[in-house]
């Protein structure tokens, strides 16, 4: 258990709206991701973090932004949500960047 | 594209018996293979890897295949149990970098 801890854990908002979608650790892990979770698709990464303020895009990061002020808080934005972000999230985090992934317990995002 | 592919969506297993999940790649630069299990409401855990040197490692009833000519990879459960009752993502990286994972399968134990 890495002490992961994603907020909030389930939202339900409207077309348009922003969201921000929080991930917290306590492991003081260098690496940070933010993959979500669809059926049929499985996991694919949105964009992930090698250290404070260092992002970087991953294979699905249209319609997102991230933020890393501190090495514990990864965020997660969406500045105009979309019924195609209807999704659940999955922050994860790693000690190197090959090491075992840990994975918080998942956002549940609904976009009516 | 899929780089990673798990073609069976579900697999059913008698308690007992071996359960073998496959998983298979297209780019053939992946050099570090994951499985990882997941339960419904939670987040997915590490099971069990492999590097590319490798053909086989075993951790306990988990073992994991590669075959590198066929860019395949597979994963067995053996004595299966009602607790590996789940969906098995398997995943792979190039030189250190990020994961790719596949699609899953839903594995159901049954009694």
């Known amino acids: 258990d890495a002490g992961i801890t994603q907020s909030p854990r389930h939202k339900v908002t409207e077309t348009g709206t922003p969201v921000t979608l929080r991930c917290h650790q306590t492991?003081?892990?260098?690496?940070m991701y933010w993959y979500r979770q669809d059926p049929g698709h499985g996991l694919r990464l949105i964009h992930y973090s090698y250290g404070v303020k260092d992002t970087d895009k991953g294979e699905v990061s249209d319609g997102y932004s991230v933020s890393r002020s501190k090495t514990e808080d990864f965020l997660l934005t969406l500045e105009s949500a979309t019924s195609s972000q209807t999704s659940v999230y999955f922050c994860?985090?790693?000690?190197?960047?090959?090491?075992?992934?840990?994975f918080g317990e998942g956002s549940r995002l609904t976009v009516l | 594209d899929q780089q990673v592919k798990q073609n069976s969506p579900s697999l059913s297993v008698q308690e007992g018996r071996i359960s073998i999940l496959n998983c298979d790649y297209t780019n053939s630069m992946f050099d570090y293979f994951l499985w990882y299990k997941k339960y419904p409401a939670e987040g997915p855990t590490f099971l069990i890897s492999i590097s590319s040197i490798k053909d086989k490692n075993e951790d306990g009833r988990f073992t994991v295949f590669l075959n590198k000519s066929a860019k395949h990879l597979s994963l067995h459960i053996v004595p299966s149990q009602p607790g590996d009752s789940a969906v098995y993502f398997c995943?792979?990286?190039?030189?250190?970098?990020?994961?790719?994972f596949g699609t899953g399968t839903r594995l159901t134990i049954i009694p």
């Open positions: 994860a985090t790693a000690g190197i960047s090959d090491g075992e992934l840990f």
């Open positions: 995943a792979a990286s190039v030189g250190n970098e990020k994961l790719t």
């Open positions: 492991e003081n892990h260098r690496y």
